[in-house]
């Protein structure tokens, strides 16, 4: 018996939010396009970003958002699809959307509204993602690439990978992508969680302050560290919120966190101020910081004495524990990550048309790569942006290089 076999001119792998996208504007183009998902449910990912609301794009987007080992790699995709052009899709579609703080857009009803219309205008084109289809292996051949699946065998003269990462595995993420990656011949640069919480050792020094947040100042110990002013909260676990989060992205193995927890003042200045000398120190920090924050950074020593008693030394050992506080996080796994640090190397990949430079007619979308965005919107922007450069390349418009 003949096995069951069908055949495209594109088939994309993954129904996320690049492969939704590309679906839909393939299949506008008149391409003989299916979509494969080993999920029962679409965009499962894309629903829960952004907490439900969906962090769809940022304002303010450039090859600095990125963290990779080539982050220029980026700069033909996000010129060619801006923000703009994302917000001027979602008007055009009725979408409502909202500008938040440091120029984050999220949608004002939901991510399934996006969702929704995604596979709607796929659906116009008789696209729809065909779910629950786990592709076990894929091969080239003579008309291009041969997909052994859960369900039969498929065969595109082109394909996409918009799998995704091991990022958010509660979703159904897991690392498929990359191991089809590998088995065409592309070498990945090793998957490391990002955009997740730290965790700290059992015995770290702020165990008892869950609950405690702060506005401030985080980046790594390493010369040249990019660092941010952003919400930090203590967990019994370790510390999360946006500055953690962001700070996750760039950390490898053994790299301390340093924190400032008055980002914007000094305790320099706070101790000169008028009055100053005759407060506490404790008290005259508590102004500033949460009482019981205070009293893990300073010791009793220190604390219970009055301003004007301290000697250069012992401001400098304050100043040294509230402006650079080093943490030593656990190694985290994927358990908690938003997203992934790694993937297929962008040195094997055309950065006008994401087509392989190893095996032509392969082409890669969103996360799959050596891509990894900043906290704030950057990941979902690069997935339409990747999947638009991904569209030129499938129709022969991507320059190759």
């Known amino acids: 018996m003949t096995a069951f076999k069908s055949r495209r001119e594109v088939i994309i792998i993954g129904a996320g939010a690049g492969g939704l996208w590309?679906?839909?504007?393939?299949?506008?183009?008149?391409?003989?396009?299916?979509?494969?998902?080993?999920?029962?449910?679409?965009?499962?990912?894309?629903?829960?970003?952004?907490?439900?609301?969906?962090?769809?794009?940022?304002?303010?987007?450039?090859?600095?958002?990125?963290?990779?080992?080539?982050?220029?790699?980026?700069?033909?995709?996000?010129?060619?699809?801006?923000?703009?052009?994302?917000?001027?899709?979602?008007?055009?579609?009725?979408?409502?959307?909202?500008?938040?703080?440091?120029?984050?857009?999220?949608?004002?009803?939901?991510?399934?509204?996006?969702?929704?219309?995604?596979?709607?205008?796929?659906?116009?084109?008789?696209?729809?993602?065909?779910?629950?289809?786990?592709?076990l292996a894929v091969r080239r051949t003579a008309e291009g690439f041969e997909l052994k699946t859960s369900s039969g065998i498929f065969i595109a003269s082109k394909l996409v990978l918009a799998t995704g990462s091991p990022a958010w595995p509660s979703c159904g993420a897991d690392a498929s992508g990359l191991a089809l990656a590998r088995s065409l011949g592309h070498v990945l640069v090793p998957p490391r969680p990002a955009l997740t919480p730290l965790a700290m050792p059992k015995d770290w020094p702020l165990k008892d302050l869950a609950g405690i947040s702060a506005v401030v100042g985080i980046s790594i110990q390493k010369a040249g560290a990019k660092s941010y002013t952003l919400p930090l909260m203590l967990t019994h676990r370790g510390i999360s919120g946006p500055a953690a989060l962001q700070v996750s992205s760039w950390r490898n193995a053994g790299d301390a966190v340093v924190i400032d927890w008055l980002p914007g003042d000094t305790c320099e200045t706070i101790f000169e101020g008028s009055g100053a000398g005759r407060v506490l120190v404790a008290n005259l920090l508590s102004r500033k910081l949460p009482p019981r924050l205070v009293r893990a950074l300073v010791p009793d020593s220190l604390g219970g004495r009055k301003t004007a008693e301290l000697s250069r030394k012992d401001r400098d050992n304050i100043s040294e524990s509230v402006h650079r506080y080093e943490l030593l996080p656990l190694e985290p796994d994927f358990s908690k990550a938003e997203a992934c640090r790694g993937g297929v190397d962008t040195a094997e990949i055309c950065p006008h048309s994401m087509q392989s430079r190893l095996a032509p007619g392969l082409f890669f979308v969103g996360e799959v790569m050596d891509v990894c965005g900043e906290l704030g919107g950057y990941n979902l922007h690069w997935a339409w942006a990747s999947a638009e450069a991904a569209l030129l390349g499938c129709l022969g418009r991507g320059q190759y290089r």
Not at 49 to 66: H, M
Not at 68 to 76: I, K, L, Q, S, W
Not at 110 to 116: K, P, W
């Open 22 to 135: 590309l679906n839909f504007r393939l299949a506008e183009a008149g391409v003989d396009v299916m979509l494969l998902d080993r999920q029962n449910r679409a965009g499962r990912k894309l629903l829960i970003s952004g907490g439900g609301k969906c962090n769809v794009t940022n304002l303010s987007v450039s090859c600095s958002n990125y963290i990779g080992d080539n982050p220029d790699f980026c700069g033909h995709a996000l010129a060619r699809t801006a923000p703009r052009d994302v917000l001027n899709f979602l008007d055009g579609h009725g979408i409502s959307w909202e500008e938040r703080e440091l120029g984050q857009i999220f949608l004002k009803r939901g991510a399934e509204d996006l969702r929704d219309l995604l596979l709607r205008l796929g659906e116009r084109h008789g696209r729809l993602p065909l779910l629950g289809r786990e592709v």
